[in-house]
């Protein structure tokens, strides 16, 4: 039977958001982000013309909250993990046939960075929640390190995935050939480095992302200073040299806090049943990022939400949110 990773653009029948939970890690940040997330949920929920959202909380007081911000636009779970990126720590779903299973691969906090209890078990347990099979795959691997076409293309970073933090020793051709019997990789473009700064080690979905099979995004540098100049310029050419059609979104360009450049990317927006959600900075591009995304998904409704104090846990929306494909 056919395996595949369906490409985020075909349908869901509902999406795990992880919402902001823990006082200690999220410090002045945290109601601020529970407001950026809740915002989030009610735009891919659309008023019930969506997909179904499901707010995944770690504690009995934050799901409270998560109620209470996103009302009648989300159910609320309670599922212990240590933080919210479960684009990374959740169960990613493929159809084989026509069924659908979970994968939960190894994670080891982004090479060591962050060992947070729950968060190398939250996907087997959401996977079962919502009743579905899982089988464990035993390397490190998270979602936000690959995009795919849902036509059996794949694209990555070198950075990343080749990464000695990760699994050592492991070669291309190796990580090729599990990508192909975990998730229906059956071609894979490697692209160089991610962005600035980025903890991920360059996580794919900041960087470039599908539209369509065989279209690849990437972001055009905001001006000189754009700290992701070189990095964005070596993406696309890598992607022109695969044979991929290549279309250039604006960037936000340097985007600082507390002095220093943060991994800010228009990249990591959501393709909702109904909505394209896509982070915005106060930056000058904000506008013009939603208008070009919106130009490429004219059977939605792009929107931009603000993400500021999601970023500053290290992501967006993209990150935060796992969807389950509708079969």
């Known amino acids: 039977m056919s395996l595949r990773m369906p490409a985020e653009w075909m349908p869901h029948e509902a999406v795990w958001i992880g919402f902001p939970s823990d006082p200690a890690l999220w410090l002045e940040d945290l109601e601020p982000a529970q407001a950026e997330v809740a915002a989030f949920a009610r735009a891919v929920h ?19 909250a998560a109620r209470g911000l996103a009302g009648d636009a989300a159910e609320v779970i309670v599922q212990h993990f240590g933080d919210i990126w479960l684009r990374d720590t959740g169960p990613i779903i493929v159809i084989e046939g026509t069924g659908r299973q979970g994968r939960d691969f190894g994670f080891n906090g982004w090479g060591g960075k962050y060992d947070l209890p729950g968060d190398d078990t939250i996907g087997d347990r959401l996977a079962e929640s919502f009743g579905l099979p899982v089988s464990e795959e035993p390397w490190i691997f998270e979602g936000g390190a690959l995009d795919v076409d849902g036509a059996g293309l794949g ?3 070198e950075q990343c995935l080749l990464n000695p933090n990760r699994n050592p020793g492991m070669a291309r051709e190796e990580i090729e050939a ?11 473009l490697w692209l160089g480095d991610g962005l600035l700064n980025d903890h991920t080690d360059g996580h794919v979905d900041n960087l470039a992302r599908f539209i369509a099979a065989g279209l690849l995004a990437v972001p055009e540098a905001a001006g000189p200073d754009d700290p992701n100049a070189a990095v964005y310029a070596d993406a696309a050419a890598r992607a022109h040299g695969f044979g991929l059609e290549v279309v250039r979104l604006p960037s936000p360009g340097r985007v600082e806090r507390d002095g220093g450049a943060i991994p800010a990317s228009y990249m990591n927006f959501y393709i909702g049943n ?9 930056a000058p591009n904000d506008q013009a990022a939603v208008a070009a ?6 059977d939605r409704v792009a929107t931009g939400f603000r993400a500021d104090h999601i970023l500053t846990g290290g992501g967006s929306f993209h990150c935060i949110s796992q969807q389950i494909p509708r079969v």
């Open 155 to 157: 694209v990555t970073t």
């Open 178 to 188: 599990r990508l192909r019997g975990a998730l229906g990789v059956e071609r894979l």
């Open 46 to 64: 659309a008023d019930g013309g969506g997909e179904r959202v499901i707010l995944v909380a770690a504690t009995g007081h934050a799901a409270d």
């Open 293 to 298: 995304i919106q130009a490429l998904f004219p």
């Open 274 to 282: 109904a909505a394209v959600v896509v982070p915005q900075y106060g």
